[in-house]
């Protein structure tokens, strides 16, 4: 069965802190991605990484950094947490696309509810 | 660059047939057209995907006309199970997967 883990399901942190969220997949998926969706603005791409060490700007990066040093495990960094980064996180993985083959079906995680106070 | 708008909501009856459309007048040649579903504390759960005319699985109908301006989700006699959020994502077959459009999501209730 595929997984893909995130580190918490609910996290409260203050204003300020630098939070790490965490996320594992255990189908050797090339793809991850980290979304944030909040009510009536759907899944909004933050940040995504195609390889090891290697990432692309999603649509709303600012606020935020990632980590990919292993291939199985992306982090997504606050570095200084504010009030409006409070949001549902998810995570999620795939396979590389491969032109003419249609898009690889994304798995996601569970999801981290942040609460930042 | 592609948009994506579904309905925000809708209400059905079990045993009854779901149709939910997603509208994008700006597809491109080489984007595929993918729906997932979305139960709540739960992340989004990949359903369907095509590129034209129809697709079926076991769970459900995807219709995209020719023109592939829209695409329509079918789901054949509903259950009570089947009450979540529905996303359309347009996102081009390409390497660079960072091109994800997803629709709002529609709210589906079915009702006993």
């Known amino acids: 069965d595929v997984k893909v883990t995130q580190s918490s399901r609910y996290l409260v942190k203050r204003t300020g802190e630098k939070v790490f969220l965490e996320c594992v997949q255990d189908?050797?998926?090339?793809?991850m991605f980290w979304y944030r969706q909040d009510p009536g603005l759907g899944l909004r791409l933050i940040y995504f990484s195609y390889d090891v060490k290697m990432k692309e700007k999603g649509d709303i990066p600012e606020g935020y950094s990632v980590s990919r040093e292993k291939k199985e495990r992306f982090s997504l960094i606050l570095e200084s947490a504010s009030t409006n980064q409070t949001s549902m996180y998810l995570c999620?993985?795939?396979?590389?696309?491969?032109?003419?083959?249609?898009?690889?079906?994304?798995?996601f995680g569970p999801g981290t509810r942040l609460t930042v106070t | 660059l592609a948009k994506t708008t579904q309905p925000i909501s809708m209400d059905s009856y079990e045993g009854q047939e779901v149709n939910i459309t997603c509208s994008h007048n700006?597809?491109?040649?080489?984007?595929?057209i993918t729906w997932y579903q979305q139960f709540p504390s739960q992340g989004p759960r990949f359903i369907i995907q095509?590129?034209?005319?129809?697709v079926t699985n076991e769970v459900a109908s995807l219709f995209i006309p020719a023109d592939r301006k829209s695409s329509t989700l079918s789901l054949p006699r509903v259950s009570l199970s089947d009450t979540a959020v529905y996303y359309c994502l347009v996102a081009p077959n390409a390497g660079n997967n960072r091109k994800l459009i997803w629709g709002l999501g529609t709210s589906l209730a079915v009702n006993p």
């Open positions: 189908m050797d998926h090339e793809n």
């Open positions: 095509g590129y034209k005319t129809k």
């Open positions: 700006n597809i491109a040649t080489n984007d595929y």
């Open positions: 999620a993985s795939s396979f590389r696309v491969v032109p003419g083959q249609g898009n690889k079906e994304q798995y």
